[in-house]
């Protein structure tokens, strides 16, 4: 899969709030250093009048092999208040239906806003990836900040079986409590999801769980 993902496709995943006229504007497969380093001003449309900043990652949920894609630009007030559910973030999740699509942002409101990384929340997770086991997963998990609307900690696991073999995922990180349905731990509060949440698969509704490891990936790679 191509790590970098055409600008055209998401400039519009996430939004700001108020009104700005022109913004930085860059894309990047390789990190926010690479982005600023070709970032140039934009005017904005009168539909866009925000500016903002994305990451959009890209999972194959049978291997866990992913592309994430960075960039900044001008977006809707809409599409600002909910990256994750917004329409074009859902219109992405449907053109690549077979994998797991976590989309977030960070907003401001007046022009030239976006040139800095924009801060994330408050709220600290621990953050861990494995195909192996919980135990692996705690000796390489690491604190992150959570992005803005991420108000919760959590950790789920997922088992994908076929006749012929089985791949597991077991994921810690942040996500938004609107999620957290189906979880095997779901918490408020700095690094509340530090211990082993057990062997149990979450159970619950499949859009959460997948929604979650996507969201842990995005969390554990920055």
Request: charged residues 15%; hydrophobic residues 30%.
């Amino acid at each position: 899969m191509n790590g970098s993902i055409r600008w055209s496709e998401i400039r519009s995943v996430v939004g700001r709030v108020q009104a700005a006229s022109r913004c930085y504007q860059c894309a990047s497969g390789q990190g926010w250093t690479d982005c600023a380093a070709k970032q140039a001003f934009t005017s904005c449309p009168d539909d866009s009048d925000n500016c903002g900043q994305y990451i959009v990652t890209i999972t194959n949920p049978n291997t866990l092999q992913y592309s994430t894609s960075y960039g900044k630009g001008c977006f809707s007030s809409i599409s600002c208040q909910n990256p994750q559910t917004s329409q074009e973030c859902n219109a992405f999740r449907a053109k690549h239906a077979n994998f797991l699509v976590n989309c977030q942002g960070s907003c401001c409101a007046t022009n030239d806003c976006n040139g800095p990384v924009l801060p994330a929340g408050n709220l600290k997770c621990y953050a861990c990836m494995s195909t192996k086991s919980w135990d692996d997963c705690a000796s390489v998990q690491k604190e992150v900040t959570c992005a803005l609307g991420n108000d919760r900690c959590g950790s789920a696991s997922k088992e994908e079986k076929s006749s012929s073999s089985s791949v597991a995922a077991y994921a810690k990180g942040c996500l938004a409590q609107s999620h957290c349905s189906g979880l095997t731990h779901c918490c408020s509060g700095n690094l509340c999801n530090s211990g082993n949440p057990g062997s149990t698969s979450a159970t619950g509704p499949v859009v959460s769980v997948t929604m979650f490891l996507a969201c842990a990936i995005v969390a554990f790679v920055r």
